[in-house]
């Protein structure tokens, strides 16, 4: 035994290997302490012979395998399952044993291991001097993309934007590196790669063009790949073959679960780095990563999980054209205005089972019975979704052309399986009665069966007069005569004592036991052609499962479109006007998270004017008075407006941005030994490389991380670089009040104040922008508000009475500019 398991975990080295014995899965040697360690189950030992002498030892019950696999896949590592492929039988000593499933974090199809509003991906990548090779797929919804970039900050940009599961790496295009868990960093991999993520090396001659290009061909049946865009971008061809040679050596149940190989470019899409992504808080919280109070949380008003991803997948990765803008937009307004068709899609997708996820299950014939049954019902329900869809004239992104065998293919799954089945195949229960004439003769029998049992009962209650005697089963002794201790005297002679327990009688008789094998072979019978005609049905479907995925998508953009029309009436979203110049108009904006977060009215809207005149705005006032979040607010109404959303303002037009920068907040970067100034300053040079006239840039407070004339000088000196040569469109929020003398030397600087009220030695925050300068930052008062001590604001009032009696640096900046 221990010589079959050593073979086979041989070929799943870079795997745990569950080892399925009797009712458990068990592992050995490293992988045994390492499942001991990470889920927390017993570590113990076995004799493995003389030469391997006691080894260590750990499992898990097979009927929680999901439970455990769930928390390996979850810490980073891959999972191999090792099923016994033979029944156990008194001659054969050894059972012989198959890897009927290898699960990795970026190959997972399991429903109950996936996150429901969130792609799982898995990356590929290779490299040639500075251009990069990248591919993704997710095999739970089909999704298969690839692309050729120039640099590795635009790698690094799309890995944050698709936060893979698992990234494939070729072993020789790096020094040796084993990277299986996230987090883990050995030399060989280059700093620039995101240590967040988990790596998988593989074997190099699977990137190899010729090789990578010919797994293409063979998955997509075609000739040639010009077709797909790529034939002539040789780094996405390698990144996709390797990853297709990876998917077929961990996908074994049936055909790889991905739709057509489709290739874009980064050029196409508004560019969003790490830092705009978690400081925008567009999917998660910067402070806390929670999913309540992000964009994708107010925004999200999706019925399915297919659409939630969808939803996802726009907000990061916002378009550049026009015209696609347009028609999203045009899309959403007509669901805005027709109520009756916006509803009436939500009822419809509301109880809709995840289609995009199930077709892949579907083309590898993973999918269980449940499955079936949830696409029969809602391919059922296609004509409800078709004549709403004739009466509302909808605009094309909200139009579903539909396969004319998918309602068909829908009524021939609800009359073939039954309405409620059981979770496992091989256990009958499975096909509805009228389906299959043998198989009703096996019911049938085992009906009439069931029915001997009970006449077999009530005759030997009547024969010995013993009113509890009790025929029952077990899997141990098969069925039984069982009657109480005291009541055994009376057993007849035909009766064959099988079992004593403390009360309990058991016996048999020959006539039980003849019949007892008759019902065994009925009921074997009866399971395996229940299980060959869910086969043959999943087949069936399987035939369909393209047709299936382009509803699954056309469905998943209806839903997101829809949640976009609903968040904008609700909350009194107008649709802006988007062009090709550099303006940027928002007439009475709000922040779309916080103006969710507070009591309805309470949120003071603020208008924005740039690039018609004014390319920089210096915006100053007192911490707490909402810099920030107007910063943000800016920057969300923009993306929004890209995304094809209508945005909260009542009234909106801008030019189309190619990035949006923030530097807003700082942290220690305490993985690279980055103080906060360092981190601040690193973030500040990308914006500074990188901008363009195009590009929207919002800064927070640079400079505040070091001593004050230094800080003023940076700031300044950013200030003015953004301003010329970069030209780009800038809000620039600060304490260093001296800035507002950029206003005096640049007719296309600005400046800006947020507006707060004295009130005796009190401040009211009024949270309003209006043009100017502040002179004052009030932080003493901020001070008092956040309850320092009264002796503390005393002397703080003393000392920033002197400082301000000596201080030179304004003039010695007003100085320098004359």
């Not at 019950?61 to 439970?67: K, Q, V």
């Not at 054969?92 to 291991?113: A, C």
């Not at 201790?485 to 016996?507: C, H, M």
């Not at 399987?542 to 995925?549: C, F, G, N, T």
Request: with cysteine; hydrophobic share 40%.
């Amino acid at each position: 035994m221990m010589r079959q398991f050593l073979e086979i975990k041989q070929q799943y080295g870079h795997c745990i290997l569950l080892y399925r014995m009797g009712d458990f899965y068990e592992t050995f040697f490293e992988d045994a302490k390492t499942l001991s360690q990470e889920v927390g189950v017993v570590l113990t030992g076995r004799h493995a012979g003389e030469v391997l002498g006691r080894v260590p030892m750990a499992g898990v019950p097979h009927h929680a395998l999901e439970r455990y696999a769930a928390q390996l896949i979850e810490k980073g590592y891959g999972v191999a399952i090792c099923d016994q492929i033979e029944e156990a039988s008194p001659g054969k000593k050894l059972v012989r044993r198959e890897v009927t499933r290898v699960i990795t974090p970026g190959t997972i199809l399991e429903e109950g291991l996936l996150t429901a509003k969130k792609n799982n991906y898995l990356a590929a990548l290779v490299a040639t001097g500075e251009h990069w090779g990248l591919a993704y797929a997710d095999v739970s919804t089909g999704e298969f993309r690839t692309t050729q970039l120039n640099s590795a900050q635009e790698l690094v940009q799309e890995l944050w934007r698709l936060e893979p599961s698992e990234i494939l790496l070729p072993s020789d295009a790096l020094d040796p590196v084993k990277l299986l868990r996230p987090g883990t960093r050995d030399p060989g991999v280059p700093a620039f790669l995101p240590t967040q993520f988990g790596y998988t090396l593989r074997p190099a001659r699977q990137f190899l063009l010729v090789e990578a290009r010919e797994g293409l061909l063979d998955l997509l049946s075609v000739r040639s790949l010009e077709g797909f865009g790529c034939a002539h971008l040789p780094l996405a061809i390698r990144a996709a073959g390797g990853l297709v040679a990876y998917l077929k050596e961990t996908q074994r149940t049936g055909p790889l679960p991905l739709t057509t190989l489709s290739t874009y470019s980064t050029q196409s899409y508004l560019v969003l780095d790490p830092q705009t992504i978690r400081n925008l808080e567009l999917i998660q919280t910067s402070r806390d990563g929670c999913f309540q109070g992000s964009l994708l949380w107010a925004v999200d008003r999706t019925r399915t999980a297919m659409g939630a991803r969808c939803l996802r997948r726009w907000l990061i990765q916002p378009l550049l054209s026009v015209p696609e803008i347009t028609q999203r937009q045009e899309a959403v307004q007509e669901l805005v205005d027709n109520a009756d068709l916006r509803e009436g899609l939500q009822h419809f997708l509301e109880s809709l089972y995840d289609l995009e996820r199930l077709a892949a299950r579907i083309t590898a014939r993973t999918a269980n019975a449940r499955d079936l049954v949830g696409l029969g019902h809602a391919l059922a329900r296609l004509p409800e979704l078709e004549h709403l869809l004739a009466h509302a004239h909808a605009h094309p992104l909200t139009q579903v052309v539909l396969d004319p065998a998918l309602e068909s293919l829908g009524k021939d799954i609800l009359r073939t399986v039954v309405e409620h089945p059981p979770l496992l195949l091989t256990e009958g229960g499975l096909i509805r009665s009228g389906v299959d004439p043998a198989l009703d003769q096996l019911k049938q029998q085992g009906i009439e069966d069931q029915q001997w049992l009970v006449n077999l009962e009530t005759q030997e209650r009547q024969r010995t007069g013993i009113a509890n005697l009790k025929v029952s089963y077990n899997r141990a002794f098969g069925y039984y005569i069982e009657i109480s201790r005291g009541k055994a005297g009376q057993a007849p002679s035909d009766y064959i004592r099988r079992q004593t327990l403390t009360n309990q009688e058991r016996f048999i008789t020959p006539e039980l036991k003849e019949r007892e094998a008759r019902i065994q072979n009925s009921q074997k019978e009866t399971f395996q052609l229940e299980y060959e005609l869910f086969v043959a049905l999943r087949q069936q479907v399987s035939s369909h499962s393209e047709a299936v995925r382009t509803l699954a998508q056309q469905l998943a953009r209806i839903d997101t479109l829809a949640s976009l029309a609903q968040v904008a009436v609700y909350h009194h979203y107008k649709r802006p006007t988007l062009n090709t110049t550099r303006g940027l108009e928002i007439i009475q904006g709000r922040h779309p998270v916080l103006e969710q977060a507070l009591a309805t009215g309470l949120f003071v809207p603020n208008d924005t004017t740039l690039g018609q005149g004014t390319d920089l705005m210096v915006l100053t006032g007192p911490n707490m008075s909402g810099k920030s979040s107007y910063l943000r607010q800016v920057g969300l109404i923009q993306l929004l407006a890209q995304v094809g959303s209508f945005v909260p303002a009542e009234r909106c037009q801008m030019g189309v941005c190619d990035r949006i920068f923030t530097r807003v907040g700082a942290v220690d970067d305490l993985a690279t030994g980055s103080s906060t100034f360092m981190v601040e300053m690193t973030e500040t040079a990308n914006i500074l490389n990188h901008a363009t006239p195009l590009s929207l840039v919002l800064l927070d407070e640079i400079g505040r991380g070091t001593a004050t004339f230094d800080g003023l000088a940076i700031a300044w000196a950013v200030a003015e670089y953004l301003l010329a040569p970069l030209g780009s469109r800038t809000i620039f929020a600060t304490h260093y009040h001296e800035l507002n003398e950029l206003a005096i030397t640049s007719p296309r600087a600005a400046n800006f104040q947020v507006v707060v009220r004295e009130i005796g030695e009190e401040i009211v925050f009024l949270h309003q922008v209006i043009p100017g300068g502040a002179d004052k930052s009030y932080g003493i008062e901020v001070g008092r508000l956040a309850g320092l001590p009264n002796p503390v604001l005393r002397r703080a009032k003393t000392v920033l009475q002197q400082v301000e009696q000596h201080s030179h640096i304004a003039l010695g900046l007003r100085t320098s500019l004359t």
